[in-house]
């Protein structure tokens, strides 16, 4: 990425990214002549770039090589309830090693977005998406504070993000999906809900003793939020595997 700018975006090798989202260009190519991989094309103006967190510089290894079948399931779940709102552009909010944004570019003629603030995170999505047929962009930002215009995208996802913020992040960065997300669109998000007792005891302990074991994530409520937000439940559910997950299929009310 860019140094000096926030924004930059990839694509599947050799073709452009996404074409544009609202008026907003963003094109981009593999093979930056910066030899990095990574387009030096920003669509979002001069936004102050925040550094990633060296805790998620940490953890894309561990993502990619310990958790693929999890975050397989997960993110095949998401895609399914993102199209079913037939959207034609979607935003991920804190991308990980690409699983969704890989599967619902094979799958879907929409313009994707990816927003993680880790570099290593994008590295790992870009080479997720280029093995798909499909093309997405990916954005270094911070993502409670997103380098969008209101009402940009038609579906917005977020899996396992919220549950790493800190509890007065939380309600920003859902304000912030939500103000990015255009009236009648959906938000799938994904929270982590353990399904054993034995399983939560563990990890609270460890996310108590030692946060980073964890991944920095744990369960969090997003009841108390959802009315303030303006947004309606569509459909809520639970996926039971590894510790178990919480997804919540969500509209956003119009008027």
């Known amino acids: 990425l860019d140094s000096n700018r926030p924004g930059a975006l990839l694509g599947k090798a ?21 030899g990095d991989g990574f ?14 967190r060296p805790l998620f510089e940490f953890l894309a290894p561990f993502y990619e090589k310990i958790l693929p079948t999890f975050f397989d399931r997960l993110s095949v779940r998401a895609s399914q309830r ?7 552009s979607i935003a991920e909010i804190g991308v990980a090693t690409g699983h969704f944004l890989a599967d619902v570019a094979g799958r879907n003629a929409s313009s994707i977005v990816g927003v993680d603030i880790s570099r290593k995170m994008l590295g790992r999505a870009r080479k997720s998406v280029a093995g798909t047929s499909g093309t997405a962009g990916l954005v270094q930002s911070d993502g409670h504070h997103l380098p969008f215009p209101d009402g940009t995208f038609e579906g917005v996802v977020s ?10 992040e939380i309600e920003d960065a859902l304000r912030e999906m939500t103000r990015i997300l255009a009236p009648g669109g959906r938000i799938v998000i994904g929270t982590l ?8 005891r563990v990890w609270m302990t460890a996310y108590r003793i030692l946060p980073d074991v964890v991944g920095g994530l744990r ?3 997003l009841d108390a939020y959802l009315d303030d937000l303006g947004l309606r439940v569509v459909k809520e559910e639970e996926i039971e595997e590894f510790a178990g997950v919480r997804m919540l299929t969500l509209m956003k009310v119009v008027g």
Request: glycine share 12%; hydrophobic share 35%; charged share 20%.
């Open 219 to 221: 369960p969090i409520d």
């Open 82 to 88: 993102i199209r079913a709102g037939a959207p034609a």
């Open 193 to 200: 809900k353990f399904t054993s007792p034995i399983f939560k």
């Open 159 to 168: 899996l396992l993000f919220l549950g790493v913020l800190a509890d007065d």
């Open 39 to 52: 387009a030096r094309k920003s669509f979002c103006g001069d936004i102050e770039r925040m550094q990633p």
């Open 14 to 34: 050799g073709t452009p990214a996404i074409g544009s989202l609202r008026g907003y260009e963003t094109r981009g190519h593999f093979g930056s002549p910066h």
